[in-house]
């Protein structure tokens, strides 16, 4: 099957066209694929659910709403960032221990949407007795822990993964896509793993928001859990099935039309998903982004 299209319409006209590629893996073997499920792309922030998991590990006392926000890309508003002060109150850590940069207005580092997996990190730390400082480098304890994780769930060898610094410092580590489903259709299989995805789905709003394709995806498929990424990469995983999707240009705005496509042809319907509105800074709906 060749990439899938999405096209951005405004009025009659088309303006844009963005190819997706897509794959779903179960049981350890590719059951739909479209475009390329051998492009190696950086998980970025839809690694953040593998990067609670030894948060869940070592961490009886983290509760639900806790681990979802460890999992999310927040976008600061005042459930979001109550779930970041709680973890940050439990780890115990403060805000200024952060390593993400400040964002908002005014900049702080809570405001990141990082904040809840950094918080997370933090609270890795002070339960495992290890030095905070410098968490977020790739030498550090807590870095060792999520390469290993991510080798563990993609089962390939440490050496395989590619390693470089995400948006937030951290380190990102890149796959293929094939990969990439592979590790999240056995994410609950991981020790820990039940837990953050119970977790996310208890808590879908707060993963990113109302608009996100992730969190309109846990809620259009009661059971599955998801989360996007930086430069255009969505991964979903339920019923024994994982999937990854990955914008060749890095816009993030075709995966909510590109997984609907893909969905169907798993025998799922990700519902209003199908249709992206484009509106003007007045609220008007001036066009669209669809599958075509």
Known sequence: MEALSVIVRRGAIVEARHRVHAVAVSDGAVIAEAGNPGLVCFMRSSSKPLQAVPLARAREDVDDRELAIASAS???NPAQLDAVR???????????????GAEGSPPRKLNHNCSGKHAGMLALCRARGWRSEGYRLEGHRVQREMLAVHAEAA???????????????????????????????????????????????????LIRGPKASDTRLMKALPGWIAKGGAEGLLCAAGDGIGVALKSEDGSGRALGPAAHTFFAHLGRDLGD????????????????????
């Open 74 to 76: 927040h976008l600061a």
């Open 155 to 205: 089962g390939v060898a440490e050496d395989e993964l590619e390693t470089a610094v995400d948006g937030c410092g951290v380190v990102t580590f890149g796959m293929p896509l094939e990969r990439i489903a592979y590790a999240f259709s056995r994410f609950e299989q991981l020790d820990g793993g039940a837990r953050v995805a119970a977790a996310m789905r208890a808590h879908p709003d």
């Open 273 to 292: 998903l199908a249709m992206l509105p484009v509106e003007n800074s007045r609220g008007e709906r001036v066009g669209e982004i669809v599958s075509g």
């Open 86 to 100: 709680s973890l940050l109150a439990k780890a115990p850590a403060e805000e200024a221990e952060l390593e993400c």
